[in-house]
């Protein structure tokens, strides 16, 4: 693989900070394959295995639910959420939300194109004319998002997004290649794919609403127990499992 993992995204969890009595704090999980998905209704994946222990470790069983990106991400800020698994760090988010010491996973993200197409990206400047599929209010690394002029067409999941690409409606994607790759495989269209120009490997995080009581507490809890799972080789035998 082309990309080492370390993290992700979930939803509604049983009371970890409220008082005896009131409404668990949610936490929200959209389909990030092979980082966090659902199979069945059942949260999957490497960053929710990672979860399960941190929880586990906590005195906590974690209950997910379902959430499109976008929404999870508006909803962590306005403290309808307790927590979002998962992202990336970055300045606008850090001013509503906690982040621990240590991401859960890394991805890739890479500009893709159809293999049979005569587009060539060898920067980012050649982007600049070109329509590019992108998901909805995600964060593609510092460099790509303060890119003026693109044209971009917005979905909100990466199944669509690699559909996109597939009907010929743009002419290229932006993605990580693990979860375009996972999806393209399901499709059988991997061979369809070119991976044209490496953008950033970056952290993603579980990320924490300040806007729910005790959360910074519990972001202070979460950072020593994956630092725990470090340092006795939990953490990296579970990484281990989806390296194979």
């Not at 092979?34 to 960053?47: A, F, K, T």
């Not at 991805?107 to 980012?124: K, P, R």
Request: overall charge negative.
């Amino acid at each position: 693989m082309s990309v080492v993992i370390l993290l992700t995204m979930l939803t509604f969890v049983p009371d970890m900070t409220a008082e005896e009595g009131s409404s668990p704090p949610l936490i929200a999980m959209a389909d990030y394959p092979p980082y966090h998905y659902w199979v069945d209704g059942n949260p999957n994946g490497l960053n929710i295995e990672l979860l399960n222990e941190i929880f586990s470790r906590i005195g906590i069983t974690p209950r997910y639910v379902e959430r499109p990106w976008s929404r999870s991400l508006y909803e962590l800020e306005q403290g309808d959420v307790a927590a979002l698994c998962a992202g990336m760090k970055t300045p606008p988010r850090q001013k509503f939300a906690y982040y621990p010491s240590h991401p859960l996973s890394l991805e890739t993200n890479w500009v893709i194109t159809l293999a049979d197409n005569d587009v060539e990206i060898n920067s980012l400047d050649e982007l600049k004319g070109i329509h590019i599929g992108t998901i909805t209010n995600y964060s593609y690394g510092p460099t790509f998002d303060a890119l003026q002029d693109l044209t971009k067409h917005e979905r909100p999941d990466e199944k669509s997004l690699l559909e996109l690409l597939l009907h010929n409606r743009v002419k290229t994607i932006v993605g990580c290649d693990l979860v375009i790759n996972h999806i393209a495989d399901k499709l059988g269209v991997r061979h369809r794919l070119k991976y044209q120009l490496k953008l950033t490997s970056d952290p993603m995080y579980l990320i924490l609403s300040k806007a729910v009581a005790g959360n910074k507490e519990l972001n202070t809890r979460i950072s020593d127990i994956l630092s725990e799972m470090i340092k006795d080789g939990t953490y990296q035998k579970i990484l281990d499992r989806y390296l194979e």
